[in-house]
């Protein structure tokens, strides 16, 4: 009885958090979804059914290709970049080398780092003027004689981008390697040691023995990052505002809805946008809880 | 099940303070929403509600500001109260159709026609100026300051050095650049995509002319016209003479090239003469100015205005508020400060600076026409459609394909059919 009281207030005390989350998660994308059906444009809401209309649209809209060509530009480039350089760090600190907490720290810090911070840095960092007014990395590169590195960093074409993701990379970087490290930590010495006595190199070992044993780590680093990088937006508008060539679809969704009043073609952009970060968490969630059920 | 009690706790808590900060006192007040929230913008709009106290002492003034540079977060926080039905008394707008095709097709704001009776402001205003904020016969809304679009500022002593006079023609300015190019001075600084369309908007008025550029935004041009094709072509020669760092540059750092000597022409808004003040350089030494070529004798403008809501909570206040705004001593108490000129004609020059001043006689004299990047001509919609247009262009350079998506982005938010 004692337990059925219990029971009831624990469902009593849980329903306000419930309810929230049905209403202003759950609630909003079913609404979301209703407006990306709408002729919605201007301030007053207007449900006339369009059906696939702005999802047509915005398929044969030249501005979304551009954010989907940077979208698919930055997540390689982040999500590779961030992992190599996450793993490589995490096999050194696992080295067991003097400081280890120290550069642990050091290379974590980035991510207490706001975006914006970190845009407006990299901002100075990657300014791409010319001549005398050269600054930043520039600059840098200039003084060490090594003019050939200077380049327009994210006002190239097409690929400006992918200096964008040089920024969130120094950024993430840093919790790549915290992941991998708890992995590398977890994989037993003693495999390492069997596999010394069967005569294979450390090569050999990483090859075989700790990179197939870190694949779950690798997979939540890769969903992480993904669904990360196809969000991205502040650090964006903080390195160069609302321009067209560094558009990503999260941008185009905030100011046709906000500064054109195309409500209707904002809440498809958002639903999108839903959409391809689902593809990529939802069956990793589902192959979480399994496992986490066969345990 | 501690956690959840917590949860639950805080909940409640918050909601006790929401509806706790609901209830308020019951004296009359006046919410006045704006994004002018530092220098010299906050200075003016202090001025003013200075001016307001003295006027109206029993009215309480809020000062509904919400920061955000040219109001992107202000006019997204209005648009949610709009919606919510919870509209401030008056509110911010750029004059013209930023305002009139947002808020009246809403039904948001009401006109102001007796106001502008009673007041006596159609007879210190420029005649030109009332149809540019008017839709239908109706005035609606309250301009507080000017700023002109097509100012062409330039570096005196580059230009003497390479022996171009200051260009009054599109001819005579492509000459002078060819010949600063020649020299290796950069002869036109340029900064990010909205610069950009502030850029194209003046060279399409220093291309057509006031009828024709007036006739882009009424549909009477036509956008697919040989005529704008040239303005276009026009333009895109123009960007062949700029910085190729323009992308990283605001509009402060372009126009700061000028003054520092390494670029010869910059186009921007008047208000890149307050930033030249800041900086310490003195007018026709340091930078000089003249109207963008072509355009000599039009005064592009721009304005910040203020509206009356319609259901608004305490309509007496809003029109309290709009008195002050459109008065003699409202405006000389702001745009001195602001750095920009009175809407009105009767200002006193004394108070203003030597730029100031020359603009308020063109402000006087000149045929008024809107800017687009500043909200007069075209709607948000159709703004928005046109700055993806350009920023496809800046990226393409194809003109072509740039002038339709032009007659596309008129005929699906604008007025031509």
Redesign the interface.
Known sequence: MFRDKDRYLSIILISPSILAVLIFIYGFIAWSVRVSFSAWKGLNPDYTWVALKNYIELFSDPRFHVDVRNTLIFTGVFVIGSILLGFLLAVMLDQGLKGESFFRSLFLFPMAISYIVTGVVWRWLMNPAEGDRLSGFNLLFSYLNLDFLINKWHTTETWGIAAIALAAIWQMSGYTMAIYLAGLRSIPDELREAARIDGANEFEIYRHIILPLLSPVTLSALIILGHMSLKVFDLIIAVAGKQLPLDVPAIYMWQTTFDGLFYGRGAAIGILLLVSVAVLIVPYIRYTLKTEAQQ | ?SK??W??LT?IFVIAMLALSACGGGAQKVEVFSWWTGGGEAAGLEAMIKVFNEKNPNVEFINAAVAGGAG?NA??VL?TR??AGDPPDSWQGHAGQELIG??V????IQPLNDLYESEGWLDVMPETLIPLISQDGNIYSVPVNIHRANVLWYNPAILEANGVSVPTTMDEWFAAMDTLQAAGVTPLALG???TKMHLMETVLLGSLGPEKYNGLWDGSTDWGSAEVKGALDNFQKILGYT???S??LSWQDAAQLVVNG?AAFNVMGDWAEGYFRELGKTPNTDYGWTPVPGSVGIFQFLSDSFVLAVGAPDEEGAIAWLKVAGSKEGQEAFNPVKGSICARTDCDKSLFGEYLQSAMDDWASDTVVGSLTHGVVAN??W???I??A???F??DGNVDGFQAALVAACASSGPCK
Not at chain 2, 105 to 108: E, R, Y
């Open positions: 099940m959840s009690k949860y639950s909940t992107t006019r997204a648009a709009l919606q947002t808020y097709a809403g039904k948001q990010e995509q909205w910085n190729s760092d992308a990283s390494n948000d919609s703004k928005s459609e700055d993806t350009l920023g496809l800046i990226q």
